[in-house]
Nanobody, 127 residues
Framework: QVQLIESGGGLVQAGGSLRLSCAASGGTFSSYHIHWFRQAPGKEREFVAGIVARISWSGGRTYYADSVKGRWTISRDNAKNTAYLQMNSLKPEDTAVYYC????????????????WGQGTQVTVSS
């Protein structure tokens, strides 16, 4: 059983930056595909960024939603069992609860296919 704990959320002005962290325990972190999703009030949870497990043939490859491409960077440190989401040039529309998710095999960005979820961290961007 993998446990994921997000941190790093908060209130920031538009144009600012935040770095989210996702600390994992209880499993072999390097073998999981790691994703960030977000959910704004009244909206469905949506994919933001993902990074493939190192053991995969495309290990380390990253994927981004169009809305964040070029502004944000997902990374992972397998030695620390932690993934990160560096968010630059934040916009008010980025306001949401951000969730870290892990998937064991078969890379996917579909919410229902994730195996483990964190509790979420709130990001609020003021205009």
């Amino acid at each position: 059983q993998v446990q994921l704990i997000e941190s790093g959320g908060g209130l920031v002005q538009a144009g600012g930056s935040l770095r989210l962290s996702c600390a994992a325990s209880g499993g072999t972190f390097s073998s999981y595909h790691i994703h960030w999703f977000r959910q704004a009030p009244g909206k469905e949870r949506e994919f933001v960024a993902g990074i493939v497990a190192r053991i995969s043939w495309s290990g380390g490859r990253t994927y981004y939603a169009d809305s964040v491409k070029g502004r944000w960077t997902i990374s992972r440190d397998n030695a620390k069992n932690t993934a990160y989401l560096q968010m630059n040039s934040l916009k008010p529309e980025d306001t949401a609860v951000y969730y870290c998710a892990a998937k064991r095999s078969g890379y996917s960005t579909i919410v229902s296919r994730m195996d483990y979820w964190g509790q979420g961290t709130q990001v609020t961007v003021s205009s």
